[in-house]
């Protein structure tokens, strides 16, 4: 397949698309900056996807350039629109709207632009973090701004889909964990226990569903290439350590004790 793939500097962007390259597929890959913007860990991932996809420089989603690099092609099979506006997503005053706007800009344009291309697959990537995702008893209201955002995301790519007559998939990330990310709860562990100190686990009873990334990937790869091209709407839900931070945490020491000669404490 001929895959138009955003967001492949981002964590998990880089090991879909990895994965989708070693399926046998090819990844055009159009980054928001320069190359050389990226920096730190984002660049090593950069660097990754310049071997596995054909990138283009400085195209933003919706743009002029990424409507003419989406004609420039004679086909395309599929986009899966992994990018999204993260700007300080942890944010209790997240720009929601503008998230949203940046999510879907042009989409009807796209849209048009890919459907002349013989493309009727769109895949998104959604976040436990929205309206109406993850598990409780509660009402499943989102979980923050950026969640918000995700939601309505996905609500404007499910109308415009439909209006297209283009099928919609779409993949709901949990919490990925593994090499390339950036500094989050598995690295400060390892970081902690090679230091030779015990690691603090400072909110035990938080509730997460932590899954590799390299698992995830595949649950990706499989979701794009399985996926039918009728019109309509399907989504999966990838899933593998629910559970409280204190049960994964202790099974991560545990693992990881197995491979290093270090006491991993808790």
């Known amino acids: 397949m001929n895959i138009l ?36 860990i984002r660049g090593e991932r950069v660097n990754t996807l310049e071997t596995i996809a054909t990138v283009h420089e400085n195209l ?102 439909s209006i297209f007559q283009m099928k919609l998939g779409k993949f709901v990330i949990p919490n990925p964990f593994g090499p390339y990310e950036e500094e989050r709860f598995t690295a400060f562990l390892m970081k902690t226990w090679f230091s030779e100190q015990t690691a603090n686990v400072t909110h035990p009873e938080y509730v997460r569903d932590n899954i590799h990334v390299t698992l995830l990937a595949k649950a990706y790869e499989r979701f794009v290439s399985e996926i039918s091209s009728n019109p309509g709407f399907e989504k999966t839900n990838p899933s593998q350590y629910s559970g409280s931070q204190d049960e994964f945490a202790k099974l991560f020491a545990e693992k990881m004790r197995q491979r290093l000669p270090l006491p991993c404490a808790l």
């Open 60 to 161: 933003s989603f919706g743009s002029d350039a990424f409507l003419e690099m989406i004609d420039s092609e004679d086909e395309w099979d599929a986009l899966c629109h992994h990018a999204a506006d993260v700007t300080d997503y942890k944010s209790p005053t997240f720009d929601y709207l503008r998230a949203v706007e940046r999510n879907t800009h042009r989409l009807p344009l796209v849209l048009e632009a890919l459907k002349k291309k013989r493309c009727n697959k769109i895949i998104i990537t959604g976040s436990v973090f929205e309206q109406g995702e993850g598990k409780g008893s509660d009402d499943l209201r989102a979980v923050s701004p950026y969640g918000l955002s995700k939601g309505l995301t996905s609500d404007v790519f499910s109308y415009w889909c």
């Open 5 to 40: 793939f955003t967001g492949g500097s981002s964590f998990t962007g880089m090991w879909f698309a990895k994965e989708i390259a070693n399926a046998g597929h090819r990844i055009v890959a159009p980054l928001l900056r320069s190359k050389n913007d990226y920096k730190g």
